[in-house]
């Protein structure tokens, strides 16, 4: 039997997501999605690149996870991403009715805790993990970004 993979090496997975993002110059969250302990699903931040306030990395994500299995409901799939999900993509992983989410970094400002945003009741919720990596990619973009 194939042992299960932990949450560090999913959202290591989700951390080279976040730095593809980083790469292509876009605020660097990435995300994977995971079930039976299978990735089958990937995103990063694309917001910049497609003009689109919408390109979240979740969103990527999420849309890659329901075209993988066939329909929009992602039960029995764990989103891993980098930075706690803000108010629009709490509410899409509401709408999919995701069974677990976890997060790196959380968001004080913009995260959907802070905006008061409910995630679905039967979805569990497991924060900070790798938090110190996850933080240090986006600190590390944002003071190059104050540099230019």
Known sequence: MIEPYDHEYFMKKALQEAQTAFDRDEIPVGAVIVTNNRIIAKGHNLTETLTDVTAHAEMQAITAGASFLGGKYLKDCTLYVTLEPCQM????????????????ASDEKRGYRAMGTTI?????????????????????????KRKM
């Open 89 to 104: 993509c709490a509410g899409a992983l509401y709408w999919s009715q995701i069974s677990n989410i976890v997060y790196g």
């Open 120 to 144: 679905h009741p039967k979805t569990q919720v497991v924060s900070g993990v790798l938090e110190n990596e996850c933080s240090e990619i986006l600190n590390k973009f944002f003071e190059r």
